[in-house]
């Protein structure tokens, strides 16, 4: 098959990053693995090669590729997972075990802030100065659009818990604030956005999300929602 000759092309370019001459091989290797492994009729190869990439993913970060190229790598990892992608109904734990392993990593990453990567497309100011903990939070924050309903509701409290690993002040409020952004700005389709809302609302997610050490934070309230002030 065409595709399993792409990804042998690519497999030898995976973990190659810390060669600058090959920069752009480099690259283009992780994307043509993303494109083969997202194609809906490679759903076998997929399930077959997908453990080896999200191992070579994960050697290579952060050492080699940028956060933001992490994060969308495994964001797309995640879409890959999860339906109406064909393998989702085959493999319906595949996406819950990346983030697992996502999870896992960031609870002993490290939490200083990364070095800007030589030739590696540029971060926002803000993203720059993020650590390695840090993105990985991002990381599982970004994914939870694309979760069935089911894994969701495991996902939001998970997420939450490893969000409130990050210690520091200026790293904690802006995962916070991507938290927000998922849950308030429209990513989520309704039947998920109203997952959220209740886990929000009644669930304790406020909580989860809002407290840190007894401190509480600036209060943020889903959209309609009411305020502890308000008398109605």
């Not at 983030?99 to 720059?128: D, G, H, I």
């Not at 840090?134 to 969701?152: E, K, M, N, R």
């Not at 818990?161 to 991507?178: A, F, G, K, V």
């Not at 997610?205 to 308000?230: D, F, N, T, W």
Request: hydrophobic letters at 40%; glycine letters at 4%; proline letters at 6%.
């Amino acid at each position: 098959m065409n595709e399993e000759l792409l990804i042998g092309a690519a497999t030898p370019y995976l973990g190659i990053g810390g060669d600058q001459r090959l920069r752009e091989i480099f690259e283009a290797a992780h994307t043509v693995m993303l494109a083969v492994l997202a194609a809906p009729q490679c759903a076998d190869m997929t399930v077959k090669y997908m453990p080896f990439y999200v191992d070579a993913l994960f050697k290579v970060f952060p050492q080699n590729i940028s956060s933001q190229q992490f994060r969308m790598a495994t964001k797309t990892l995640v879409r890959i997972t999860t339906p109406p992608s064909p393998i989702s109904a085959n493999q319906p734990l595949l996406s819950s075990t990346l983030l697992e392993l996502v999870r896992s990593r960031a609870q002993s990453a490290s939490k200083e802030p990364l070095p800007q990567l030589t030739n590696a497309p540029s971060s926002s100011n803000e993203e720059s100065h993020l650590s390695e903990q840090a993105v990985l939070v991002l990381t599982l924050i970004d994914s939870l659009p694309f979760l069935p309903v089911h894994i969701l509701e495991e996902w939001l409290p998970l997420t939450a818990e490893t969000l409130n690993l990050i210690q520091d002040q200026n790293m904690l409020p802006m995962c916070r604030q991507r938290f927000w952004e998922i849950l308030s700005s429209g990513d989520m389709d309704v039947e998920r956005a109203e997952v959220c809302v209740t886990w929000w609302c009644t669930r304790g997610g406020r909580e989860m999300v809002l407290y840190s050490k007894g401190k509480e934070i600036q209060e943020l309230v889903m959209s309609g929602g009411l305020g502890e002030a308000s008398k109605l």
